[in-house]
Nanobody, 115 residues
Framework: VQLQASGGGLVQSGGSLRLSCAAS?????????MGWYRQAPGKQRELVTT???????NTADSVKGRLTISRGDTKNTVILQMDSLKPEDTGVYYC?????????WGQGTQVTVSS
């Protein structure tokens, strides 16, 4: 299974970015949940938001109302719409997927929010 993430970059505080992640090498129905984690410099990796195959989302309180996950137009794709970005949102964003019983990680994409 491969997770290909794209869409990171540099944006000013209050701006928006859109990340996408596509999973390949796996049957659509075998993915139970997909989403995003992030890691800021010097900090541990943390949950951003995930979405299950039935559409249930799990989102960190720190990003609720600003970062929104949704399914893409094609199967095995998720989108992270990031609005009202803050400098503390800076970090490497990792796409994540869970089948049963395995967990997969993408290579990470850098998001930098300048103040």
């Amino acid at each position: 299974v491969q997770l290909q993430a794209s869409g990171g970059g540099l944006v000013q505080s209050g701006g928006s970015l859109r990340l996408s992640c596509a999973a390949s090498g796996v049957l659509f129905l075998s993915i139970r949940e997909m989403g995003w984690y992030r890691q800021a410099p010097g900090k541990q990796r943390e949950l951003v938001t995930t979405i299950t195959s039935s559409g249930t989302t799990n989102t960190a309180d720190s990003v609720k109302g600003r970062l929104t996950i949704s399914r893409g137009d094609t199967k095995n794709t998720v989108i992270l719409q990031m609005d009202s970005l803050k400098p503390e949102d800076t970090g490497v964003y990792y796409c994540w997927a869970q089948t049963s019983p395995n967990t997969y990680w993408g290579q990470g994409t850098q998001v930098t929010v300048s103040s």
